[in-house]
């Protein structure tokens, strides 16, 4: 784990260890995200942040999901800003309970939203962040878990250019390629 979240009665403290050297305090704020990243994007950019479907494969579902009958699914989404892809997620998800089967299965709730719906708070667990360098953009990469009773998320996220957070606007405007 790379990612230590406490607090008491009179402080918070979120420590990232592990991380790439260069990372600047918005990306620390969306490395740390718990399940709100698509809310915290659309906060940054001021516009509507959309998931798009790439795949999604799952197990059979016989029955309704429970801890002896857990329902599985791989699946990979967009999320995309004025028609620019600003993160690729490609999550593998446990579901163990029937409410949460029905909001993520059936109601088509992207993972953020189906704990949001549920009213529970994730535990978060940040196993990797890296950066890399792929055609010429700086990408930074994130996995991590997101789980409560229930729901467990594992999930690898792809920014696939750095220069989105610094350069806001003017890089969702640009040509898009």
């Known amino acids: 784990m790379i990612s230590k979240d406490s607090f008491n009665n009179a402080s918070t403290s979120v420590e990232l260890s592990c991380i790439p050297e260069d990372t600047t305090g918005l990306e620390r704020i969306m490395l740390a995200a718990q399940g709100d990243l698509q809310r915290l994007m659309s906060?940054?950019?001021?516009?509507?942040?959309?998931?798009?479907?790439?795949?999604?494969?799952g197990s059979p579902r016989l029955?309704?999901?429970?801890?002896?009958?857990p329902i599985t699914q791989s699946r990979q989404v967009h999320l995309v800003c004025?028609?620019?892809?600003?993160?690729?997620a490609t999550s593998n998800v446990t579901i163990t309970n029937p409410e949460f089967e029905r909001l993520f299965l059936d109601?088509?709730?992207p993972i953020g939203q189906t704990f949001r719906k549920m009213l529970r708070h994730p535990q978060f667990t940040l196993l990797d962040a890296q950066a890399h360098v792929v055609g010429g953009k700086r990408e930074l990469r994130r996995t991590y878990t997101l789980e409560t009773e229930g729901f467990l998320?594992?999930?690898?996220?792809?920014?696939?250019?750095?220069?989105?957070?610094?350069r806001g606007e003017a890089w969702l405007t640009e040509n898009k390629l």
């Not at 029955?63 to 009958?69: D, G, L, Q, T, V």
């Open 63 to 69: 029955k309704p999901a429970s801890p002896e009958h």
């Open 43 to 57: 906060s940054f950019f001021a516009r509507p942040i959309f998931i798009e479907l790439v795949y999604a494969n």
């Open 107 to 109: 109601d088509k709730y």
């Open 82 to 88: 004025s028609s620019r892809i600003v993160c690729t």
């Open 153 to 166: 998320c594992e999930i690898l996220e792809v920014f696939p250019d750095r220069d989105m957070f610094v």
